[in-house]
């Protein structure tokens, strides 16, 4: 998905050259990957035995996958002024670099460990494109997401009549595998943590739930 700008486009960075904010979207995310199902687990489903029927049989396994990969992000040049232009734009760096992605926790990529961004140099100090870095919009990806969440279903039923009432218990798990997931990472040049990872995805979360139905 190629744009100009993502939401509003009062929001565009050089008010004279919509094209400096042509690129990927802020919403292009390349590939999504969902898949879900829901077993009932056979055991002791037909067994003449009452007390292994209740504990073993009755349960189902139910299963929410997410693969996704990162969206799109926009470096920007927060240091001093090269365009003044004052308030309602915003500017980017120079790239001179290869961008490479250790997607580690202190560079999800090499912005600040390989020097690839420079400071785009304001024109009345002879510096080109009217003081406008030449980073392309959305030049990095974020990191994406690789997610299961799993839970295990019991069903009692109260008696052998068909809808009959029953309680249903629920153990839950979010991010079952508790994999590490980057969210966030920094993306202003002159912050003292460019590159870095600044937040991730929720870890594991266990819960039990019970419900009557009748």
């Known amino acids: ?3 100009t700008a993502t939401n509003d486009l009062n929001l565009l960075p050089n008010p004279f050259v919509t094209a400096y904010n042509k690129g990927s979207g802020g919403f292009d995310r390349r590939h999504i990957f969902n898949a879900s199902f ?5 055991f002791a489903k037909h067994s003449s035995n009452g007390l292994a029927r209740a504990i073993i049989g009755g349960w189902g396994i139910s299963d929410i996958t997410v693969f996704q990969s990162g969206l799109p992000l926009l470096v920007a040049y927060n240091g ?5 232009l004052g308030g309602g734009t915003s500017n980017r760096p120079n790239l001179v ?19 690839i961004y420079t400071d785009p140099v304001a024109p009345w100090f ?14 990095v990806r974020g990191p994406g997401l690789n997610n299961f969440n799993i839970a295990l279903v019991k069903n009692i039923a109260l008696s052998g009549k068909e809808n009959a009432p029953g309680i249903e218990l629920r153990f839950e798990s979010f991010n079952t595998f508790n994999k590490t997931q980057f969210a966030g ?6 912050d003292g943590n460019f590159g870095q990872v600044t937040s991730i ?14």
């Open 38 to 42: 829901i077993y009932a687990l056979p």
């Open 1 to 3: 998905m190629i744009d």
């Open 80 to 84: 001093t002024d090269t365009i003044g």
């Open 201 to 214: 995805f929720t870890p594991r979360n266990l819960e039990f739930t019970g419900k009557f139905h009748f």
């Open 97 to 115: 670099g290869k961008i490479s992605y250790p997607k580690t926790q202190k560079a999800w990529f090499n912005g600040a460990t390989a020097g």
């Open 185 to 190: 990472v920094d993306a202003n040049n002159h």
């Open 126 to 139: 002879g510096g080109p494109n009217q003081g406008w870095g030449n980073a392309g919009k959305d030049n």
